[in-house]
């Protein structure tokens, strides 16, 4: 059938000479072919003491039909490696870059406002989608098998009627986002109020109606950014500024001291604080990829340490104190220096000197919803315990409050129960403080998160394996929980590939003794909460069975040789390529001159 369009719009006729058409072949199958060659021949000739190689044309293959994955799982585990091949950092860099100065385009996690100011894209997503009131409907896109999809509500309602049958009141402090007090920094329009998710309200009455006290700070900081000479959110950071994190510090510790139970309790703790200057860039500077360059200027603030009375000790949490905190990186920041602006200064230590009081303090990068809770409930006769405290005080950011199944899955936020611990600890099979040396398969993987959708630069997962090498009080056949780097500054690491089978000698400490782990993202293991608590470990060393760690027995070469191997290879095929089309068009020049002539 004639289509009857091409009666009123002909198709254009674009002509390209043979030269030119040549030319734009080549160079698409240079762009498709020539950098994939390059990284599979400098990963099998670099240098593998580091522990890094992994070379793609032979991890594609590497499928054990047999095993407990299936074969798209393993396509879809293959497929995160290739998005940190070394060479396209430059290039995704210099992109992001371009796009930031010239058109203000951020990426998939963040969005470039007004003068410098950037936002964290999921929390945008939270307050503008589906939320926890109206359930985000199916679509087609959706697995139908997949693991339904829990909100906030019911654990937020059943956490406290656990901490009330111990006598122990939960008081719930959804921290604002940056675009709930900075909208206009956003869009470029004025407000007149604070940006919400419609939900909000009648998420925080269903709760309250529960028994579950809420203090909502929102409507008291959009007063304060009103009145305040200085902002209360960093310009390049997703948290609030030292100035904003101290004036809800005080508006909270003043709200909690009209609770009840605040009378019983001595508020006789003194503390002194000292201004200290920092400066560094935000985390959704990293986020875009564009750290170590000029596209944004560091932010100067001065952070106010808090030190106890007498003594002058730095704050540091009292695991016996009658108030718990549990929190999120709103937490930690100033107070962790994995989040790159220092430590001694943060939330918990500010809450304390505005009490007067010590505190318990529970904060995890990242995972506040279910992992503090979790760590919480897990501690050795944490029931007992719990039946000392007067109240926990749960202050998470409100983004985390208001996301729907999708972006919560995509930022690791999951709404648990947990179950308080009645036992105590289990005995360590390590002997004494030093480490041990064994040797283990691994019987059960725990699935890492995808650095490029969360918020975290750093994750510890677990692995667990059964010991076929035993070192002191650890007997080959036992089970043991050992935490690995999952990613660092947003690189997948090799423990991240590490599957089911595979075997590996590892120099194992208690995880407990890495207090510079406690706050990083982890992804938590199974646990019975009716047996005594396993000792999770933490992997010192990890080398393969029978291999000599010592400095003496690394791969001779270096990356000068794996670079140069490599760079040759891709020039050599890209000769091959440039004599075989030669040849193609001179005999087909060749042919055609042969019908001429006929």
Same mark, same amino acid.
């Given at each position: 059938?004639?289509?009857?369009?091409?009666?009123?719009?002909?198709?254009?006729?674009?002509?390209?000479?043979?030269?030119?058409?040549?030319?734009?072949?080549?160079?698409?199958?240079?762009?498709?072919?020539?950098?994939?060659?390059?990284?599979?021949?400098?990963?099998?000739?670099?240098?593998?003491?580091?522990?890094?190689?992994?070379?793609?044309?032979?991890?594609?293959?590497?499928?054990?039909?047999?095993?407990?994955?299936?074969?798209?799982?393993?396509?879809?585990?293959?497929?995160?490696?290739?998005?940190?091949?070394?060479?396209?950092?430059?290039?995704?860099?210099?992109?992001?870059?371009?796009?930031?100065?010239?058109?203000?385009?951020? =990426?998939?996690?963040?969005?470039v406002g007004n003068d410098g100011w950037l936002f964290y894209r999921p929390g945008l997503d939270a307050l503008a989608g589906y939320g926890p009131v109206r359930p985000e409907?199916?679509?087609?896109?959706?697995?139908?098998?997949?693991?339904?999809?829990?909100?906030?509500?019911?654990?937020?309602?059943?956490?406290?009627?656990?901490?009330?049958?111990?006598?122990?009141?939960?008081?719930?402090?959804?921290?604002?986002?940056?675009?709930?007090?900075?909208?206009?920094?956003?869009?470029?329009?004025?407000?007149? &109020?604070?940006?919400?998710?419609?939900?909000?309200?009648?998420?925080?009455?269903?709760?309250?109606?529960?028994?579950?006290?809420?203090?909502?700070?929102?409507?008291?900081?959009?007063?304060?950014?009103?009145?305040?000479?200085?902002?209360?959110?960093?310009?390049?950071?997703?948290?609030?500024?030292?100035?904003?994190?101290?004036?809800?510090?005080?508006?909270?510790?003043?709200?909690?001291?009209?609770?009840?139970?605040?009378?019983?309790?001595?508020?006789?703790? &003194?503390?002194?604080?000292?201004?200290?200057?920092?400066?560094?860039?935000?985390?959704?500077?990293?986020?875009?990829?564009?750290?170590?360059?000029?596209?944004?200027?560091?932010?100067?603030?001065?952070?106010?340490?808090?030190?106890?009375?007498?003594?002058?000790?730095?704050?540091?949490?009292?695991?016996?104190?009658?108030?718990?905190?549990?929190?999120?990186?709103?937490?930690?920041?100033?107070?962790?220096?994995?989040?790159?602006?220092?430590?001694?200064?943060?939330?918990?230590?500010?809450?304390?000197?505005?009490?007067?009081?010590?505190?318990?303090?529970?904060?995890?990068?990242?995972?506040?919803?279910?992992?503090?809770?979790?760590?919480?409930?897990?501690?050795?006769?944490?029931?007992?315990?719990?039946?000392?405290?007067?109240?926990?005080?749960?202050?998470?950011?409100?983004?985390?409050?208001?996301?729907?199944?999708?972006?919560?899955?995509?930022?690791?936020?999951?709404?648990?129960?947990?179950?308080?611990?009645?036992?105590?600890?289990?005995?360590?099979?390590?002997?004494?403080?030093?480490?041990?040396?064994?040797?283990?398969?691994?019987?059960?993987?725990?699935?890492?998160?995808?650095? =490029? &959708?969360?918020?975290?630069?750093?994750?510890?997962?677990?692995?667990?394996?059964?010991?076929?090498?035993?070192?002191?009080?650890?007997?080959?056949?036992?089970?043991?929980?050992?935490?690995?780097?999952?990613?660092?500054?947003?690189?997948?690491?090799?423990?991240?590939?590490?599957?089911?089978?595979?075997?590996? &000698?590892?120099?194992?400490?208690?995880?407990?003794?890495?207090?510079?782990?406690?706050?990083?993202?982890?992804?938590?293991?199974?646990?019975?909460?009716?047996?005594?608590?396993?000792?999770?470990?933490?992997?010192?060393?990890?080398?393969?069975?029978?291999?000599?760690?010592?400095?003496?027995?690394?791969?001779?070469?270096?990356?000068?040789?794996?670079?140069?191997?490599?760079?040759?290879?891709?020039?050599?095929?890209?000769?091959?390529?440039?004599?075989?089309?030669?040849?193609?068009?001179?005999?087909?020049?060749?042919?055609?001159?042969?019908?001429?002539?006929?």
């Amino acid at each position: 059938m004639k289509n009857p369009y091409h009666q009123e719009d002909p198709d254009p006729h674009v002509a390209m000479g043979a030269r030119s058409a040549w030319l734009v072949i080549a160079l698409f199958l240079a762009f498709i072919a020539l950098p994939p060659l390059y990284r599979n021949v400098f990963e099998a000739l670099r240098p593998a003491a580091d522990g890094e190689r992994w070379v793609p044309a032979v991890e594609v293959f590497n499928f054990d039909p047999q095993g407990e994955k299936t074969l798209a799982k393993h396509f879809q585990e293959f497929e995160k490696p290739l998005d940190d091949a070394p060479f396209t950092e430059p290039v995704r860099r210099a992109v992001q870059r371009a796009e930031v100065a010239a058109l203000r385009e951020g =990426n998939r996690k963040v969005v470039v406002g007004n003068d410098g100011w950037l936002f964290y894209r999921p929390g945008l997503d939270a307050l503008a989608g589906y939320g926890p009131v109206r359930p985000e409907p199916d679509t087609v896109a959706k697995d139908p098998n997949r693991a339904p999809w829990r909100g906030p509500a019911p654990a937020i309602r059943n956490f406290a009627r656990q901490l009330r049958e111990f006598g122990c009141e939960l008081i719930l402090v959804p921290i604002p986002i940056k675009p709930m007090i900075y909208p206009e920094k956003l869009t470029g329009s004025a407000f007149d &109020r604070p940006l919400k998710h419609p939900d909000a309200d009648a998420l925080y009455r269903e709760l309250e109606a529960s028994g579950v006290r809420v203090i909502d700070l929102t409507e008291i900081l959009w007063s304060a950014k009103q009145a305040s000479p200085e902002p209360l959110f960093l310009k390049t950071d997703t948290h609030w500024t030292p100035e904003g994190m101290a004036f809800f510090a005080a508006t909270l510790a003043e709200a909690l001291r009209h609770r009840p139970w605040m009378a019983d309790l001595p508020a006789d703790r &003194r503390f002194q604080k000292t201004e200290v200057p920092r400066e560094g860039l935000g985390d959704l500077v990293g986020m875009l990829g564009l750290e170590g360059t000029r596209a944004f200027e560091a932010e100067h603030i001065a952070v106010r340490e808090v030190f106890a009375q007498p003594g002058g000790e730095p704050f540091a949490p009292d695991p016996a104190a009658p108030v718990v905190l549990l929190g999120d990186s709103f937490v930690n920041i100033y107070a962790d220096e994995s989040l790159g602006w220092g430590a001694g200064a943060g939330f918990a230590a500010h809450l304390a000197m505005q009490l007067g009081m010590p505190l318990d303090v529970i904060a995890r990068n990242g995972q506040a919803a279910t992992g503090v809770r979790r760590e919480l409930a897990s501690r050795p006769e944490a029931a007992a315990m719990m039946r000392q405290k007067k109240a926990v005080v749960w202050a998470l950011a409100a983004r985390d409050l208001f996301l729907s199944e999708t972006p919560a899955q995509e930022t690791g936020v999951v709404w648990e129960d947990v179950k308080f611990r009645e036992s105590g600890a289990a005995e360590s099979p390590v002997a004494g403080d030093g480490p041990v040396e064994v040797t283990g398969e691994v019987i059960k993987r725990y699935e890492p998160h995808d650095p =490029n &959708r969360v918020t975290y630069q750093e994750e510890i997962f677990p692995l667990e394996y059964r010991i076929t090498e035993g070192a002191g009080s650890i007997k080959p056949g036992d089970t043991v929980i050992v935490y690995h780097w999952a990613f660092r500054e947003k690189k997948l690491l090799p423990a991240s590939r590490y599957q089911v089978g595979d075997s590996q &000698r590892l120099t194992l400490v208690r995880l407990s003794e890495k207090a510079e782990l406690s706050t990083i993202q982890r992804i938590e293991f199974d646990i019975d909460f009716d047996a005594p608590e396993p000792i999770p470990y933490w992997a010192e060393a990890v080398s393969a069975p029978g291999a000599d760690p010592s400095p003496e027995s690394e791969p001779t070469g270096s990356l000068a040789f794996a670079h140069a191997a490599a760079a040759g290879s891709c020039l050599a095929l890209a000769a091959l390529a440039f004599l075989a089309v030669k040849a193609l068009r001179n005999r087909r020049y060749g042919m055609w001159e042969d019908e001429a002539e006929a």
